[in-house]
Nanobody, 125 residues
């Protein structure tokens, strides 16, 4: 599975941005997709995830109510609509995909086998 993320950029605090992640290759093996982010000098953290078949979504507490993850199965693409952005949302955002496993932890980065290249989101104050 190959993942191509796009949509990052510079936005003012309070603004909105939409990230996209297109999957290709063995997409039939995808069980869920997620977004993670890594700010400078910080560890990578979970942002959101979506189950590929049912569309259930999961969010980090820090983005609940502001970010919305969705998918377009026909296009093998997931989106992360980010609103009310804050300077602390500044990070490189990575999309990831995972196959089915016994682990129910959608927020665990090690559960994701495939990763995109990352797209930079900068929120100015």
């Amino acid at each position: 599975v190959q993942l191509q993320a796009s949509g990052g950029g510079l936005v003012q605090s309070g603004g909105s941005l939409r990230l996209s992640c297109a999957a290709s290759g063995r997409t039939f093996s995808i069980y869920a997709m997620g977004w993670f982010r890594q700010a400078p000098e910080k560890e990578r953290e979970f942002v959101a995830a979506i189950s590929w078949s049912g569309g259930s979504t999961y969010y980090a507490d820090s983005v609940k109510g502001r970010f919305t993850m969705s998918r377009d199965s026909a296009k093998n693409t997931v989106y992360l609509q980010m609103s009310s952005l804050k300077p602390e949302d500044t990070a490189v955002y990575y999309c990831a995909a995972r196959q089915w496993s016994h682990s129910p932890k959608f927020s665990a980065a090690p559960e994701y086998e495939y990763w995109g290249q990352g797209t930079l989101v900068t929120v100015s104050s």
